[in-house]
């Protein structure tokens, strides 16, 4: 296999996918995956991509608005309207691509809604839109020459060398050596340095290590937002998502004295924004002296939801839970960051011929909280803007690509054990739903000793290593933030 490509992207959810897919076909592409292709936050979203697909009925600049309110109009305008103006042209690309989302009796693509939005502009399939997305554009990476894919290719390191990038690569216990003119980051969130994600396993911020290292900007990694409807289920570190979707149809929160609460805290009840939900339930929790907490759709025609919700409502039964009779167990977890790798509306970075696009950049869209069913939306848009100017850029002379040497040290010991569930435990306890400022100083203090400790120790580089490097980096940036 030939080690120089013209473009190398890290990471295999939409934003990569896509991004491969809008560059040119003369390039030469390798994209490389942590783990096997389907694995990634992408095809884990239920919901669906928020655009304005019926003019009839809506229109950009509510779209626009209501990303405003919910991000408490700390969004980047330039940013947004870029979303807001490109999203439904990129949606329509994903239809000839063959995405099957949902259709009505009429044969119309059926929109339904989520909280925070004023409009039905959700496309969807079934609750499993992440996976229908990411399948799809799977089929049509796989029929593109010029596309290599590398799975369970683990990054353990990126450099800036002349005339391009090199990225230390771990397969099969053996270290290559890959580079490329542009590289492109798409490696996701950060879940996985809480106890308690909706995210993917291979959530560990990785990306974004990889540019903090660089030198590249990292803006605004404390944003990171709490889904209020994860079903609460202490058993694992994975916890399944309750979409939004379910009360975007009518479902009710009850307390743990079966009591509707949202009165008391917001006008928009439960379709207030997510942020604005998970802090009712802290607060109501407090109040009621408990963390039971239930989401109840039992009203709703039992066969519309079992058609609706299939994947949740399969879940559930097996979690020993009838979506259409009874009340769900939830509580607010980990979900998604806002912040990230600070990038331009091309998904530039600080660094030239750097790249990010997805949930592992910082595109400024969703200010202080993410409208519900942006992020699909947000990681088509920014990750074919990344494409286009890759493109553009390819109009000019190429310089050679000077690999970087990268030295690996010969090492029989891993790191001490316990480590990330340590930076798990710090962070779910200072910077949860409403942030412990004092938690959070001595927190920040005990993680600055950790990553010193993995950084500065003779280790064998492997998965654990490379991963709980990458979670003592997001978790100090973030705390930095916080204090």
């Known amino acids: 296999m030939p080690n120089n490509y013209d473009v190398i992207i890290i990471g295999s959810g939409v934003a990569g996918l896509y991004a491969a897919l809008n560059l040119d076909q003369n390039l030469k592409i390798l994209m490389l995956c942590k783990r096997e292709l389907t694995l990634s936050n992408s095809a884990l979203a239920q919901g669906g991509v928020a655009a304005v697909f019926d003019e009839s009925s809506d229109d950009i600049s509510l779209h626009e608005h209501d990303t405003f309110v919910a991000g408490g109009f700390k969004n980047d305008p330039k940013s947004l309207k870029v979303l807001v103006a490109k999203g439904p042209s990129d949606v329509k690309k994903l239809i000839d691509l063959g995405v099957d989302f949902d259709k009505d009796e009429q044969g119309h693509i059926h929109l339904t809604l989520e909280g925070g939005h004023s409009r039905h502009r959700i496309l969807h399939h079934k609750d499993c839109t992440g996976r229908e997305i990411v399948d799809k554009l799977i089929l049509a990476v796989q029929q593109q020459p010029n596309i290599t894919v590398l799975g369970n290719a683990l990054v353990c390191d990126l450099k800036h060398t002349t005339g391009g990038f090199s990225v230390d690569v771990l397969r099969d216990e053996q270290h290559e050596t890959y580079s490329s003119h542009y590289c492109v980051l798409c490696t996701g969130g950060i879940g996985r340095v809480y106890e308690y994600t909706t995210n993917s396993a291979i959530a560990t911020g990785d990306g974004i290590a990889l540019a903090y290292d660089l030198g590249a900007k990292i803006k605004n990694l404390s944003l990171v937002q709490f889904h209020p409807t994860a079903f609460a289920n202490k058993k694992t570190r994975e ?190 306890h200072s910077h949860f739903v409403v942030p412990d400022w004092q938690a959070a100083v001595k927190g920040y203090e005990r993680i600055c000793e950790i990553k010193k400790l993995i950084e500065d120790g003779d280790y064998i580089i492997n998965a654990d290593y490379v991963e709980a490097r990458s979670l003592a980096t997001v978790a100090k940036i973030i705390l930095e933030e916080v204090i």
Do not use: W
């Not at 079966?258 to 407090?286: T, W």
């Not at 409502?313 to 009874?326: A, C, P, Q, R, V």
């Not at 912040?339 to 509306?345: A, F, L, N, S």
């Open 239 to 428: 916890c399944f998502l309750i979409s939004e979707a379910v009360r975007g149809e009518g479902a009710y929160l009850l307390n743990c004295n079966g009591e509707r609460f949202m009165s008391r805290y917001d006008d928009r009840l439960e379709l207030a924004p997510r942020d604005v939900v998970s802090k009712a339930i802290i607060a109501e929790s407090k109040v009621t002296g408990s963390e039971h907490f239930y989401l109840d759709i039992s009203h709703k025609d039992s066969e519309y939801l079992k058609n609706r919700f299939p994947m949740i409502y399969e879940n559930l039964l097996l979690e020993g839970f009838d979506l259409t009779k009874d009340r769900v167990p939830i509580f607010p977890c980990q979900h998604y960051l806002m912040g990230g790798i600070d990038v331009d509306t091309s998904g530039r970075t600080t660094i030239d011929g750097l790249y990010a696009a997805g949930e592992c950049s910082h595109t400024g869209v969703h200010g202080n909280n993410r409208l519900a069913s942006n992020s699909l939306l947000e990681a088509i848009v920014f990750s074919h803007q990344v494409a286009e100017d890759i493109n553009r850029r390819f109009d000019s002379p190429m310089q050679d690509i000077f690999p970087f040497r990268f030295e690996h040290k010969i090492s029989t010991e891993h790191i001490p054990h316990g480590l990330r569930t340590e930076i798990r435990s710090i962070m779910q």
